[in-house]
Structure formats: structure tokens, C-alpha cells
């Protein structure tokens, strides 16, 4: 066996942090963002949990977004701090009639059933580029990685991340809903 030698830090040694190297192009494989939940836990937080708890959390933790689970550990949806937001709970408040202490996690998630994933056999083969193009056309902040063959989440990749990785900014485009459209219309004919 070696011996390793051991040493005590000096007072400029620092916890260093992925966004502060540039390292990661757009040419870079894909692989190089995905944190992999396979030698990972990924970031969770329990949907009954009160949602300005959630948000407090994210905030200490210093995370943009968390898988959602139920009492069980089962996925069933993703919330970010965006969703998180003040003006989003005072809108779900009022149109679930809730006061601000009883407006949980749940309320305000995005279900799995809204969630999109891309194959992980399919990602390991592209570039952070081809997953900043794929965020983009499909008008999505997130992507799920799924293992298809075995049925496994394997990580998740966001545009918030892969920005800060970049040192550029990713903007996605909100796909315009019925809803959208209608309201821009009803402005306009007011």
C-alpha cells in the first residue's frame, strides 16, 4: 500500500464550485452536466412540505431545482424556485383558497405527467450544445434523463445550469398556450 502524504490547508485553499471553471463548451459531451443520480442523490424535497419551507430550503441550499416525492420516495414531480415564487404562490392562494402556511409543495409542482425526459443512451452521445438546442426547441427549462431500458431517472439537466457552467445565459421561450394567445387578444380588443 502508499503512504499519502498529508498536509494542512493553506489560508487561500477554497471550496471550489463547477460553475467556477470553464471548462464546459458547447462542444463538450453532454455527460459532463448531467449530475447522475446513479453516484449522486439528487436534490428532493418532500411534496406535503409547506411550500415557503421549500423555498427557504432551495434558497439555503443554493439549488434552483428539486425533485418532488411522496411519503413513499416515489417521483412525482419537479419544482423550481421560479414556481416558487411570490407572485406564483399569491396566485395559487387565491385560486385554490388557501392561506399562505397551507399552500404546499404539491400545489405548486409540475407533475411527472408534464415532465419531459430524453433517453439517457441518446444523451451520452450529444454535446452541451445539442442539450442547450434540444431545451430550446422544445421550449423546456429542465429535461429529465431516463435510463428507458431499466426504467431509472437518471439525472436531470437545466438551463439555469448548464448557464451557469457556460458563463452565458440560455433563454427559453415560453411555448404560448390557448391562454396565452386569448389574453394577448383580449388586451388588445380592451
Known sequence: MKNLS???????????????????KAATPALAILTDFRSHKPHMVDS???????????????VTIKLVVDAHKEFVGVISLDDLSHHRMLLKQ???????????????MHSRTEIRAIDYEQFRKCTVGD????????????LLVVDKEAHHIRGIVSASEIASRLHTPVEIEKELTFMDIFSAVAVKVH
Not at 6 to 24: K, R, S, Y
Not at 131 to 142: D, G, Q
Open 94 to 108: 387565491a385560486e385554490l383558497h388557501l392561506k399562505h402556511d397551507e399552500l404546499l409543495v404539491r400545489d405548486l
Open 131 to 142: 442539450i442547450v438546442s434540444t431545451l430550446k426547441k422544445s421550449h423546456r427549462e429542465y
Open 6 to 24: 498529508v498536509f494542512a490547508l493553506a489560508t487561500n485553499d477554497h471550496l471550489v464550485q463547477p460553475e467556477e471553471f470553464e471548462d464546459i
Open 48 to 62: 406535503h412540505l409547506e411550500a415557503s419551507e421549500a423555498l427557504e430550503l432551495m434558497r439555503g441550499e443554493n
